[in-house]
């Protein structure tokens, strides 16, 4: 029988990062991943801005790309906005999940690939785990104090069979990976590109991520609700080919991977956040952010409020997970509500018109204030450009105005002569 402090069920950023800090403290610790490698669906696109790196001790690595532009394209609008420092990178989500994982190995942690969680019960001091390892098709039993649920959206341990669930609003997204010419490429690099409106991506949204190596991360992700005024929806594969034909324009290319998954998320936070000796953190818990669908660096947060919670367990501070879900609350729950409302509208009500008045609104803008909305969630930030494009307005009509007054003085002087 194998004997751990704690076992984490998902090698994602959330697992992984709990791992780690926990290995680093001393524990033994097992993660466990159902993949058999790390190359397996690779499914984040993983743009962030330049905090992610320092918050997290990340090493240059695991980036794929960094950028200081962003550029938003609507139906018929384009805002484009440029720094000239370095605002962000796009993760290599592979890289990231294996640098993870060699952490947790290189502080005295194990690491079992193509293995998948199964059942658990709690008994006496202790939690017996059954794990399957699909590489060898055999059912391993383990035990350990504290068993973590970071298996994302599937919630395997937390909703496995026979557990209430809440009700959840759901997000599918693909993504392709693709090998462009240099030129598509050099178009590309340094850029973080989102397109919106119903042209692009109806009920949702698009995007170029730009990667190494000639590589961009293209992809499309749609909230799964009825569109309160478009009714002729395509398939994501769909809105991603005119992506790549009408708006990247390359030479050639080729698709090197594509990949995809449904989030599930929780309105309200609502999830279970602990029970008796497991506790949940990720996606899990619903740390995916519903309006930009941005996941990793806020997973990795919900990892870090965890690992404290368990430590003081295991050390015998505190007797179960009480509090846990309060501190989330305090975390998340305000912005996500926020979030979350607006995602809705501009998704499922919003005319293309208004989508189009909205990046119109945020071109007077600097980037870092862009960022601060977009990544920071500061949407204070909104009125801003809202005023600046309505003194433009404003502006335009009083010189309208003006121009027409100085006209007509001389038409009135002209008569009198």
């Known amino acids: 029988m194998y004997k751990f402090?704690?076992?984490v069920v998902g090698a994602g950023p959330a697992g992984g990062h709990?791992?780690?800090l926990l290995a680093k403290t001393g524990y033994k610790v097992l993660l466990i991943e159902r993949f058999k490698d790390f190359s397996r669906n690779s499914?984040?696109?993983?743009?962030?801005?330049?905090?992610?790196?320092?918050?997290?001790?990340?090493?240059?690595?695991?980036?794929?790309?960094?950028?200081?532009?962003?550029?938003?394209?609507?139906?018929?609008?384009?805002?484009?906005?440029?720094?000239?420092?370095?605002?962000?990178?796009?993760?290599?989500f592979s890289k990231l999940r294996q640098f993870l994982a060699d952490e947790v190995k290189k502080n005295g942690g194990e690491v079992w690939l193509g293995c998948r969680y199964m059942n658990h019960w709690e008994e006496d001091d202790q939690i017996s785990i059954t794990i399957k390892n699909n590489l060898v098709n055999e059912e391993v039993n383990v035990t350990s104090k504290i068993l973590v649920d970071a298996t994302g959206p599937a919630r395997a341990i937390t909703c496995r069979k026979g557990k209430p669930q809440p009700e959840f609003l759901t997000g599918t997204g693909i993504e392709y990976l693709i090998e462009v010419n240099n030129e598509a490429y050099k178009r590309n690099l340094g850029t973080l590109t989102f397109l919106l409106g119903y042209k692009w991506m109806p009920k949702g949204y698009s995007w170029i991520f730009p990667m190494e190596n000639n590589q961009l991360k293209v992809g499309a992700g749609i909230l799964n609700q009825s569109h309160k005024l478009v009714t002729d929806i395509q398939p994501l594969k769909y809105y991603i080919d005119l992506l790549i034909?009408?708006?990247?324009?390359?030479?050639?290319?080729?698709?090197?991977?594509?990949?995809?998954?449904?989030?599930?998320?929780?309105?309200?936070?609502?999830?279970?956040?602990?029970?008796?000796?497991?506790?949940?953190?990720?996606?899990?818990?619903?740390?995916?952010?519903?309006?930009?669908?941005?996941?990793?660096?806020?997973?990795?947060l919900s990892s870090e409020v965890a690992s404290r919670y368990i430590n003081e367990f295991l050390g015998e501070e505190r007797k179960d997970f009480s509090g846990y879900q309060e501190?989330?609350?305090?975390?998340?729950?305000?912005?996500?509500?926020?979030?979350?409302?607006?995602?809705?509208?501009?998704y499922i009500e919003d005319a293309d018109t208004?989508?189009?008045?909205?990046?119109?609104?945020?071109?007077?803008?600097?980037?870092?204030?862009?960022v601060d909305i977009?990544?920071?969630?500061?949407f204070e930030k909104v009125s801003k450009g809202f005023w600046s494009y309505a003194w433009r307005k404003l502006r335009s009509k009083l010189g309208f105005l003006l121009n027409w007054m100085s006209r007509f003085s001389v038409h009135k002087v002209d008569d009198a002569k």
């Not at 050639?252 to 953190?281: C, F, M, N, P, W």
């Not at 501190?327 to 509208?345: P, T, V, Y």
């Open 18 to 20: 709990c791992a780690r």
């Open 5 to 7: 402090d704690v076992v």
């Open 245 to 300: 034909k009408e708006y990247l324009k390359p030479d050639t290319y080729k698709v090197l991977d594509v990949h995809g998954e449904t989030l599930r998320y929780s309105s309200g936070l609502q999830d279970t956040y602990a029970e008796g000796r497991v506790i949940a953190i990720g996606d899990t818990v619903s740390t995916v952010n519903f309006l930009g669908g941005e996941g990793i660096r806020h997973a990795m």
């Open 327 to 346: 501190e989330m609350h305090k975390i998340f729950l305000a912005k996500w509500a926020i979030s979350e409302k607006l995602g809705i509208k501009k």
């Open 374 to 378: 977009l990544f920071y969630y500061r």
């Open 354 to 370: 208004l989508v189009d008045r909205v990046v119109s609104y945020l071109k007077p803008m600097q980037l870092e204030d862009i």
């Open 43 to 92: 499914f984040s696109s993983g743009g962030t801005p330049s905090e992610t790196l320092k918050q997290f001790n990340l090493p240059d690595s695991v980036v794929g790309s960094f950028w200081n532009r962003l550029v938003i394209v609507t139906s018929n609008k384009q805002g484009v906005w440029e720094s000239d420092t370095i605002q962000g990178s796009v993760l290599d």
